[in-house]
Protein backbone atom coordinates (compact mmCIF):
# COMPACT_ATOMS: atom_id res chain seq x y z
CA UNK A 1 0.00 0.00 0.00
CA UNK A 2 1.49 3.53 -0.39
CA UNK A 3 0.69 7.36 0.39
CA UNK A 4 0.84 10.97 -0.83
CA UNK A 5 1.02 13.34 1.41
CA UNK A 6 -0.57 17.31 -0.14
CA UNK A 7 -0.86 21.00 1.13
CA UNK A 8 -4.65 21.53 0.66
CA UNK A 9 -8.21 22.95 1.51
CA UNK A 10 -9.67 22.04 5.43
CA UNK A 11 -12.47 19.92 5.64
CA UNK A 12 -15.36 20.62 7.35
CA UNK A 13 -15.04 19.81 11.21
CA UNK A 14 -16.04 20.30 14.52
CA UNK A 15 -15.27 23.85 16.02
CA UNK A 16 -12.05 23.79 18.18
CA UNK A 17 -12.92 23.90 21.62
CA UNK A 18 -10.86 26.53 23.28
CA UNK A 19 -7.55 24.98 24.44
CA UNK A 20 -6.02 25.29 28.17
CA UNK A 21 -4.94 28.48 29.03
CA UNK A 22 -1.53 27.75 30.37
CA UNK A 23 0.59 29.32 27.52
CA UNK A 24 1.87 25.50 26.47
CA UNK A 25 2.55 23.87 23.31
CA UNK A 26 1.23 26.47 20.62
CA UNK A 27 2.52 24.38 18.05
CA UNK A 28 2.86 19.99 19.10
CA UNK A 29 6.04 19.09 21.32
CA UNK A 30 8.10 17.45 19.33
CA UNK A 31 11.17 15.08 21.19
CA UNK A 32 12.09 11.54 22.32
CA UNK A 33 10.13 8.66 25.02
CA UNK A 34 11.58 5.27 25.53
CA UNK A 35 8.38 3.02 25.49
CA UNK A 36 9.32 1.85 22.41
CA UNK A 37 12.21 1.07 22.67
CA UNK A 38 12.89 -0.25 25.42
CA UNK A 39 9.47 -0.35 27.20
CA UNK A 40 9.40 0.29 30.95
CA UNK A 41 13.16 -1.23 31.33
CA UNK A 42 14.47 2.38 31.32
CA UNK A 43 18.15 2.99 33.12
CA UNK A 44 20.31 6.59 33.77
CA UNK A 45 22.89 5.25 31.51
CA UNK A 46 20.44 4.55 28.93
CA UNK A 47 18.63 8.07 29.71
CA UNK A 48 21.91 9.52 29.54
CA UNK A 49 23.02 8.22 26.03
CA UNK A 50 19.84 8.95 24.72
CA UNK A 51 19.86 12.15 25.84
CA UNK A 52 23.55 12.87 24.26
CA UNK A 53 22.47 11.39 21.26
CA UNK A 54 19.41 13.61 20.96
CA UNK A 55 22.10 16.66 20.77
CA UNK A 56 24.62 15.22 18.80
CA UNK A 57 22.68 13.81 15.73
CA UNK A 58 21.47 17.38 15.32
CA UNK A 59 17.95 16.14 15.94
CA UNK A 60 17.41 18.24 18.86
CA UNK A 61 18.52 21.74 17.06
CA UNK A 62 15.73 20.95 14.40
CA UNK A 63 13.10 21.04 17.57
CA UNK A 64 12.96 17.58 19.02
CA UNK A 65 14.31 19.32 22.41
CA UNK A 66 11.67 16.87 25.20
CA UNK A 67 13.77 14.31 26.66
CA UNK A 68 10.42 12.07 28.46
CA UNK A 69 10.92 9.49 30.94
CA UNK A 70 8.46 6.96 30.98
CA UNK A 71 7.34 3.84 33.45
CA UNK A 72 10.28 1.83 35.42
CA UNK A 73 11.64 5.24 36.86
CA UNK A 74 9.17 5.28 39.93
CA UNK A 75 10.11 3.53 43.61
CA UNK A 76 7.33 1.77 44.96
CA UNK A 77 6.75 3.56 48.34
CA UNK A 78 6.71 7.19 49.28
CA UNK A 79 9.03 9.03 51.64
CA UNK A 80 7.97 9.79 54.61
CA UNK A 81 6.43 12.93 54.08
CA UNK A 82 4.57 11.60 51.24
CA UNK A 83 6.48 12.65 48.47
CA UNK A 84 7.84 10.76 45.08
CA UNK A 85 10.45 8.98 45.31
CA UNK A 86 12.15 6.81 42.27
CA UNK A 87 13.78 3.55 41.96
CA UNK A 88 17.39 3.53 43.51
CA UNK A 89 19.09 0.77 41.15
CA UNK A 90 17.74 2.36 37.83
CA UNK A 91 18.74 5.87 38.88
CA UNK A 92 21.19 6.10 41.31
CA UNK A 93 21.50 9.59 40.61
CA UNK A 94 18.17 10.34 41.28
CA UNK A 95 15.23 12.37 38.68
CA UNK A 96 16.69 15.90 40.11
CA UNK A 97 20.29 14.63 38.79
CA UNK A 98 18.48 13.53 35.37
CA UNK A 99 16.84 16.64 34.97
CA UNK A 100 19.72 18.42 35.12
CA UNK A 101 21.60 16.56 33.14
CA UNK A 102 19.14 16.98 30.18
CA UNK A 103 18.63 20.88 31.19
CA UNK A 104 22.52 21.23 30.90
CA UNK A 105 22.59 19.89 26.99
CA UNK A 106 19.89 22.50 26.08
CA UNK A 107 17.14 20.14 26.30
CA UNK A 108 13.83 20.05 28.39
CA UNK A 109 12.90 17.16 30.72
CA UNK A 110 9.75 15.19 30.52
CA UNK A 111 8.13 13.32 33.90
CA UNK A 112 5.92 10.29 33.54
CA UNK A 113 3.26 9.55 35.98
CA UNK A 114 0.24 7.90 35.95
CA UNK A 115 -3.72 9.08 36.61
CA UNK A 116 -4.56 5.76 38.65
CA UNK A 117 -3.51 4.29 42.05
CA UNK A 118 -0.11 2.78 40.14
CA UNK A 119 1.88 3.61 37.17
CA UNK A 120 1.47 1.20 33.89
CA UNK A 121 4.82 -0.56 35.29
CA UNK A 122 3.37 -4.36 36.15
CA UNK A 123 6.04 -6.14 36.70
CA UNK A 124 6.19 -9.95 36.14
CA UNK A 125 2.11 -9.29 37.23
CA UNK A 126 2.91 -7.57 40.47
CA UNK A 127 1.78 -3.62 40.56
CA UNK A 128 3.16 -1.37 43.33
CA UNK A 129 5.64 1.70 40.89
CA UNK A 130 3.53 4.44 42.52
CA UNK A 131 0.78 6.30 40.89
CA UNK A 132 0.15 9.99 41.74
CA UNK A 133 -4.10 9.21 42.47
CA UNK A 134 -5.20 11.80 45.22
CA UNK A 135 -1.64 12.76 45.44
CA UNK A 136 -1.44 15.23 42.38
CA UNK A 137 -0.32 18.62 44.91
CA UNK A 138 2.08 17.06 46.27
CA UNK A 139 3.12 15.50 43.39
CA UNK A 140 2.75 18.74 41.05
CA UNK A 141 5.34 20.32 43.20
CA UNK A 142 7.74 17.68 43.38
CA UNK A 143 7.73 17.58 39.86
CA UNK A 144 8.30 20.95 39.00
CA UNK A 145 11.06 21.56 41.94
CA UNK A 146 13.22 18.73 39.76
CA UNK A 147 12.62 20.89 36.89
CA UNK A 148 10.29 19.14 34.76
CA UNK A 149 9.31 20.81 31.50
CA UNK A 150 6.33 17.84 30.48
CA UNK A 151 4.15 15.86 32.22
CA UNK A 152 3.05 12.50 30.54
CA UNK A 153 0.22 11.51 32.40
CA UNK A 154 -0.75 8.01 31.98
CA UNK A 155 -4.28 5.98 32.50
CA UNK A 156 -2.97 2.83 34.40
CA UNK A 157 -5.25 1.28 37.42
CA UNK A 158 -7.78 4.19 36.56
CA UNK A 159 -10.73 2.54 38.85
CA UNK A 160 -9.06 -0.30 40.88
CA UNK A 161 -5.53 -0.84 42.64
CA UNK A 162 -6.11 -4.77 41.15
CA UNK A 163 -7.27 -3.65 37.30
CA UNK A 164 -3.88 -2.95 35.71
CA UNK A 165 -5.87 -2.12 32.15
CA UNK A 166 -9.34 -1.30 32.02
CA UNK A 167 -10.56 -0.02 28.33
CA UNK A 168 -13.95 0.14 29.76
CA UNK A 169 -13.60 1.69 33.27
CA UNK A 170 -16.54 2.11 35.73
CA UNK A 171 -15.91 5.67 36.80
CA UNK A 172 -15.81 8.95 34.67
CA UNK A 173 -12.16 9.36 34.12
CA UNK A 174 -12.35 13.43 33.26
CA UNK A 175 -11.73 14.03 37.37
CA UNK A 176 -8.73 12.19 37.75
CA UNK A 177 -7.05 14.28 35.11
CA UNK A 178 -8.61 17.63 35.77
CA UNK A 179 -7.34 17.31 38.98
CA UNK A 180 -3.70 16.56 38.05
CA UNK A 181 -4.45 20.03 35.27
CA UNK A 182 -5.34 21.96 39.01
CA UNK A 183 -2.56 20.98 40.50
CA UNK A 184 0.48 21.87 37.84
CA UNK A 185 -1.66 25.59 37.67
CA UNK A 186 -0.70 26.41 41.20
CA UNK A 187 3.00 25.64 40.94
CA UNK A 188 5.85 28.04 39.87
CA UNK A 189 7.02 26.74 36.72
CA UNK A 190 5.28 26.01 33.07
CA UNK A 191 4.79 22.68 32.45
CA UNK A 192 3.26 21.07 29.22
CA UNK A 193 0.62 18.61 30.02
CA UNK A 194 -0.10 15.27 28.03
CA UNK A 195 -2.87 13.25 29.12
CA UNK A 196 -2.33 9.55 28.54
CA UNK A 197 -6.11 8.21 28.40
CA UNK A 198 -5.65 5.84 25.67
CA UNK A 199 -9.03 7.38 23.75
CA UNK A 200 -11.20 5.27 26.07
CA UNK A 201 -13.88 8.05 27.34
CA UNK A 202 -13.56 9.99 23.66
CA UNK A 203 -11.24 12.99 25.14
CA UNK A 204 -10.79 14.87 22.04
CA UNK A 205 -14.26 15.94 22.85
CA UNK A 206 -13.25 17.07 26.39
CA UNK A 207 -9.70 17.58 27.04
CA UNK A 208 -8.69 20.46 25.06
CA UNK A 209 -9.29 22.83 28.25
CA UNK A 210 -7.82 19.79 30.06
CA UNK A 211 -4.24 19.52 29.23
CA UNK A 212 -2.13 20.20 26.06
CA UNK A 213 -2.41 17.07 24.46
CA UNK A 214 -4.43 14.06 24.15
CA UNK A 215 -3.62 9.98 23.52
CA UNK A 216 -6.91 9.42 21.50
CA UNK A 217 -6.49 5.81 20.42
CA UNK A 218 -4.46 2.55 22.43
CA UNK A 219 -1.20 1.80 22.20
CA UNK A 220 0.91 2.40 18.86
CA UNK A 221 3.22 -0.91 17.67
CA UNK A 222 5.88 -1.40 14.70
CA UNK A 223 3.06 -2.96 12.33
CA UNK A 224 1.03 -1.24 9.63
CA UNK A 225 -1.97 -2.38 10.77
CA UNK A 226 -1.40 -0.23 13.78
CA UNK A 227 -0.48 2.44 12.22
CA UNK A 228 -3.62 2.14 9.85
CA UNK A 229 -6.08 1.86 12.92
CA UNK A 230 -4.64 5.12 14.48
CA UNK A 231 -5.60 7.23 11.04
CA UNK A 232 -8.91 5.34 11.01
CA UNK A 233 -9.88 6.70 14.74
CA UNK A 234 -8.57 10.28 13.61
CA UNK A 235 -11.39 10.90 10.84
CA UNK A 236 -14.27 12.18 13.18
CA UNK A 237 -12.17 13.85 15.65
CA UNK A 238 -9.22 15.84 13.57
CA UNK A 239 -11.20 19.48 14.38
CA UNK A 240 -10.94 19.50 17.96
CA UNK A 241 -7.32 20.12 17.73
CA UNK A 242 -5.56 23.32 17.24
CA UNK A 243 -2.97 25.72 19.12
CA UNK A 244 -2.28 24.76 22.57
CA UNK A 245 -4.23 20.97 22.53
CA UNK A 246 -3.78 18.53 20.26
CA UNK A 247 -4.52 14.56 19.17
CA UNK A 248 -1.96 12.60 20.26
CA UNK A 249 -1.62 9.79 17.80
CA UNK A 250 0.97 7.95 19.83
CA UNK A 251 4.69 7.45 19.51
CA UNK A 252 6.55 7.48 16.54
CA UNK A 253 7.78 4.03 15.34
CA UNK A 254 10.10 5.41 12.87
CA UNK A 255 13.39 4.11 12.98
CA UNK A 256 11.80 0.40 14.36
CA UNK A 257 13.02 -2.66 11.86
CA UNK A 258 9.66 -3.88 11.89
CA UNK A 259 8.33 -0.79 9.30
CA UNK A 260 10.31 -0.23 6.11
CA UNK A 261 11.73 2.81 5.49
CA UNK A 262 8.73 3.94 3.21
CA UNK A 263 6.31 2.70 5.72
CA UNK A 264 7.70 5.00 8.25
CA UNK A 265 7.86 7.89 6.08
CA UNK A 266 4.18 7.77 5.41
CA UNK A 267 3.97 7.00 9.27
CA UNK A 268 5.09 9.85 9.99
CA UNK A 269 4.22 12.17 7.35
CA UNK A 270 0.85 11.42 8.47
CA UNK A 271 1.33 12.08 12.05
CA UNK A 272 3.07 15.42 11.39
CA UNK A 273 0.13 16.68 8.98
CA UNK A 274 -2.40 15.47 11.74
CA UNK A 275 -0.10 18.14 13.90
CA UNK A 276 0.14 15.09 16.70
CA UNK A 277 3.13 15.75 19.04
CA UNK A 278 6.42 14.42 17.33
CA UNK A 279 7.90 12.10 19.86
CA UNK A 280 10.49 9.79 18.65
CA UNK A 281 10.84 6.03 20.67
CA UNK A 282 13.85 4.55 19.46
CA UNK A 283 17.52 3.81 20.14
CA UNK A 284 18.89 6.94 18.93
CA UNK A 285 22.46 5.33 19.27
CA UNK A 286 20.74 2.59 16.44
CA UNK A 287 19.06 4.86 14.20
CA UNK A 288 19.54 4.04 10.71
CA UNK A 289 20.56 7.03 7.80
CA UNK A 290 17.44 6.57 5.90
CA UNK A 291 15.33 6.73 9.21
CA UNK A 292 17.66 9.72 10.29
CA UNK A 293 16.92 11.28 6.52
CA UNK A 294 12.71 11.13 8.00
CA UNK A 295 12.89 12.49 10.71
CA UNK A 296 15.17 15.36 10.14
CA UNK A 297 13.38 16.67 7.15
CA UNK A 298 12.72 20.08 7.84
CA UNK A 299 9.93 20.89 5.14
CA UNK A 300 7.59 17.99 6.89
CA UNK A 301 8.65 19.16 10.37
CA UNK A 302 7.66 22.40 9.16
CA UNK A 303 3.73 21.17 8.68
CA UNK A 304 4.03 20.07 12.16
CA UNK A 305 4.90 23.04 13.29
CA UNK A 306 2.86 25.42 11.29
CA UNK A 307 1.85 28.21 13.51
CA UNK A 308 -2.07 28.10 12.15
CA UNK A 309 -2.31 24.40 13.87
CA UNK A 310 -4.88 22.70 11.43
CA UNK A 311 -4.77 19.62 11.11
CA UNK A 312 -5.43 17.68 7.84
CA UNK A 313 -9.23 15.98 7.50
CA UNK A 314 -10.38 13.01 5.98
CA UNK A 315 -11.79 14.09 2.69
CA UNK A 316 -12.60 11.11 0.87
CA UNK A 317 -12.68 7.34 0.66
CA UNK A 318 -12.46 6.17 -2.74
CA UNK A 319 -13.99 2.39 -3.61
CA UNK A 320 -10.96 1.72 -5.48
CA UNK A 321 -9.17 1.50 -2.39
CA UNK A 322 -7.44 5.10 -2.22
CA UNK A 323 -8.08 8.30 0.48
CA UNK A 324 -7.99 11.69 0.13
CA UNK A 325 -6.84 13.54 3.29
CA UNK A 326 -6.19 17.26 3.40
CA UNK A 327 -5.98 20.70 5.87
CA UNK A 328 -4.76 24.24 5.43
CA UNK A 329 -1.44 26.13 6.33
CA UNK A 330 -1.05 29.66 7.59
CA UNK A 331 0.86 30.79 4.29
CA UNK A 332 -2.65 30.07 2.65
CA UNK A 333 -1.51 26.89 1.22
CA UNK A 334 -3.36 23.59 1.97
CA UNK A 335 -1.27 20.12 2.19
CA UNK A 336 -3.38 17.15 1.14
CA UNK A 337 -2.28 12.93 1.88
CA UNK A 338 -3.54 11.04 -1.12
CA UNK A 339 -3.20 7.27 0.99
CA UNK A 340 -3.36 3.78 -1.79
CA UNK A 341 -4.48 0.78 0.48
CA UNK A 342 -3.34 -1.90 -2.25
CA UNK A 343 0.18 -4.27 -2.25
CA UNK A 344 0.42 -3.50 -5.59
CA UNK A 345 1.99 -1.23 -7.97
CA UNK A 346 -0.42 1.05 -9.67
CA UNK A 347 -1.68 4.96 -10.55
CA UNK A 348 -3.90 6.88 -8.73
CA UNK A 349 -5.37 9.87 -10.02
CA UNK A 350 -5.66 12.84 -7.72
CA UNK A 351 -8.90 14.69 -8.68
CA UNK A 352 -8.42 18.60 -7.37
CA UNK A 353 -12.25 18.85 -6.83
CA UNK A 354 -11.85 17.06 -3.87
CA UNK A 355 -10.33 19.42 -1.76
CA UNK A 356 -11.90 22.27 -3.83
CA UNK A 357 -9.35 23.36 -6.31
CA UNK A 358 -8.77 22.97 -10.55
CA UNK A 359 -4.92 24.28 -10.46
CA UNK A 360 -1.97 24.21 -8.14
CA UNK A 361 1.42 24.73 -8.06
CA UNK A 362 2.86 21.74 -5.98
CA UNK A 363 6.29 20.63 -4.56
CA UNK A 364 7.22 17.59 -3.80
CA UNK A 365 8.07 18.17 0.24
CA UNK A 366 10.23 14.91 0.61
CA UNK A 367 12.78 15.90 -1.83
CA UNK A 368 11.54 19.67 -2.12
CA UNK A 369 11.67 19.75 -5.66
CA UNK A 370 8.87 22.44 -7.40
CA UNK A 371 6.57 19.87 -9.39
CA UNK A 372 4.91 23.13 -11.48
CA UNK A 373 1.32 24.55 -12.40
CA UNK A 374 -0.98 20.76 -11.70
CA UNK A 375 -4.91 20.20 -12.40
CA UNK A 376 -4.45 16.42 -11.72
CA UNK A 377 -2.10 14.42 -10.17
CA UNK A 378 -0.88 11.06 -10.99
CA UNK A 379 0.45 9.09 -8.24
CA UNK A 380 2.48 5.75 -9.34
CA UNK A 381 2.56 4.11 -6.26
CA UNK A 382 5.18 1.05 -5.31
CA UNK A 383 5.10 -1.92 -3.39
CA UNK A 384 8.76 -0.87 -2.19
CA UNK A 385 8.03 2.98 -2.49
CA UNK A 386 5.10 6.03 -2.16
CA UNK A 387 6.40 7.98 -4.67
CA UNK A 388 4.40 10.60 -7.07
CA UNK A 389 6.68 9.33 -9.99
CA UNK A 390 4.17 12.12 -11.79
CA UNK A 391 1.84 15.02 -11.77
CA UNK A 392 -0.18 16.21 -14.74
CA UNK A 393 -2.78 18.83 -14.90
CA UNK A 394 -7.13 17.92 -15.63
CA UNK A 395 -9.88 19.00 -13.33
CA UNK A 396 -12.51 21.08 -12.40
CA UNK A 397 -14.28 22.69 -9.24
CA UNK A 398 -13.35 26.26 -8.56
CA UNK A 399 -11.31 28.94 -10.44
CA UNK A 400 -9.67 29.27 -7.00
CA UNK A 401 -5.45 28.63 -7.74
CA UNK A 402 -3.38 27.75 -5.17
CA UNK A 403 0.17 26.55 -3.84
CA UNK A 404 0.43 22.51 -3.14
CA UNK A 405 2.89 20.74 -1.45
CA UNK A 406 3.35 17.16 -1.71
CA UNK A 407 4.47 15.07 0.34
CA UNK A 408 5.01 10.82 -0.69
CA UNK A 409 4.31 7.97 1.37
CA UNK A 410 4.48 4.81 1.29
CA UNK A 411 2.47 1.39 0.19
CA UNK A 412 2.44 -0.72 2.82
CA UNK A 413 1.66 -4.13 3.78
CA UNK A 414 -1.75 -4.18 5.84
CA UNK A 415 -4.49 -7.05 6.91
CA UNK A 416 -6.88 -7.63 3.59
CA UNK A 417 -9.90 -5.84 4.27
CA UNK A 418 -13.33 -7.05 3.75
CA UNK A 419 -16.66 -6.07 5.48
CA UNK A 420 -18.56 -8.94 4.99
CA UNK A 421 -22.70 -8.52 4.53
CA UNK A 422 -23.44 -11.52 6.53
CA UNK A 423 -21.66 -11.81 10.18
CA UNK A 424 -22.24 -14.86 12.56
CA UNK A 425 -22.65 -14.25 15.64
CA UNK A 426 -19.36 -15.01 18.13
CA UNK A 427 -16.62 -14.97 15.20
CA UNK A 428 -14.28 -12.57 14.23
CA UNK A 429 -13.34 -11.62 11.09
CA UNK A 430 -11.16 -8.84 9.33
CA UNK A 431 -12.53 -5.42 9.63
CA UNK A 432 -11.32 -1.74 8.03
CA UNK A 433 -14.07 0.95 8.52
CA UNK A 434 -13.49 5.11 9.29
CA UNK A 435 -13.45 4.34 12.84
CA UNK A 436 -11.09 1.59 13.79
CA UNK A 437 -9.66 -1.58 12.46
CA UNK A 438 -7.96 -4.70 13.72
CA UNK A 439 -4.47 -4.90 15.18
CA UNK A 440 -1.91 -7.90 15.47
CA UNK A 441 0.73 -6.03 17.60
CA UNK A 442 3.16 -7.42 20.26
CA UNK A 443 3.53 -6.13 24.03
CA UNK A 444 6.72 -6.84 25.68
CA UNK A 445 6.96 -5.99 29.09
CA UNK A 446 9.71 -7.41 31.30
CA UNK A 447 9.94 -11.49 31.28
CA UNK A 448 7.57 -11.40 28.65
CA UNK A 449 6.28 -11.21 24.96
CA UNK A 450 2.84 -12.00 24.11
CA UNK A 451 1.49 -11.73 20.56
CA UNK A 452 -2.06 -10.47 20.50
CA UNK A 453 -4.61 -9.61 17.82
CA UNK A 454 -7.22 -6.99 18.67
CA UNK A 455 -10.28 -7.35 16.53
CA UNK A 456 -13.96 -6.27 15.95
CA UNK A 457 -16.10 -8.89 17.29
CA UNK A 458 -20.00 -7.66 16.16
CA UNK A 459 -22.72 -9.91 18.40
CA UNK A 460 -25.48 -10.29 15.95
CA UNK A 461 -25.73 -10.26 11.94
CA UNK A 462 -26.91 -6.75 10.72
CA UNK A 463 -25.47 -5.15 13.78
CA UNK A 464 -24.52 -1.82 13.16
CA UNK A 465 -20.67 -0.61 12.96
CA UNK A 466 -19.79 1.48 16.04
CA UNK A 467 -18.26 4.49 14.84
CA UNK A 468 -15.05 4.28 17.20
CA UNK A 469 -15.02 0.21 17.47
CA UNK A 470 -14.99 -0.25 21.33
CA UNK A 471 -15.85 -4.24 21.37
CA UNK A 472 -13.15 -6.53 20.65
CA UNK A 473 -11.73 -9.54 20.99
CA UNK A 474 -9.29 -9.24 23.77
CA UNK A 475 -7.07 -11.59 22.58
CA UNK A 476 -6.49 -14.24 19.96
CA UNK A 477 -2.98 -16.57 19.67
CA UNK A 478 -0.74 -16.27 16.94
CA UNK A 479 -1.76 -19.05 14.74
CA UNK A 480 -5.85 -17.58 15.39
CA UNK A 481 -4.57 -14.55 13.46
CA UNK A 482 -3.07 -16.44 10.81
CA UNK A 483 -5.79 -18.90 10.08
CA UNK A 484 -8.46 -15.74 10.35
CA UNK A 485 -5.77 -14.06 7.66
CA UNK A 486 -6.29 -17.48 5.56
CA UNK A 487 -9.83 -17.50 5.87
CA UNK A 488 -10.34 -14.11 4.44
CA UNK A 489 -8.56 -14.80 1.66
CA UNK A 490 -10.02 -17.85 0.30
CA UNK A 491 -13.66 -16.87 1.18
Known amino acids: MASALLVLAAAAAPAFVSALNNGQAVTPRMGWNPYNAFSCDTTEAQYHTQTDALVSSGLAALGYTYMITDCGWQGTKRAADGSFTW???????????????????????????????????????????????????????????????????????????????????????????????????????????????????DPARWAAPVGNSWRMSDDISASWSSVLRIINELVPITGFAGPGGWNDMDLLEVGQSALTLAEQQTHFAFWAAAKSPLLISTDLTKLSAGSMAILNNTRIIALNQDVLGKSIAFKRRYTDDHDVWAGPLADGSTVALIINWQNARRSVTFNLADVGFTSVSAQNLVTGASLGTLSTSYLHVNSRRAWCARAQAHQRSSSRSSRVHLVHGRQLHTLRRRLLAHIQLERCRWFHWLGRGCDYHRRRRRGERRDQVTCLRLHQRGSRLPRRGREWLPQLSRHAYKRERRRNSEG
Open 87 to 201: DTMRLPAGMPNLASYVHARGLKFGVYSDAGYFSCDNRNGQAGWMGSLNHEAQDAATFAAWGADYLKYDNCFSDSPTTFVNHNPSIDLRPHFTAMRDALAKVNRSIVYGLCEWGVQ
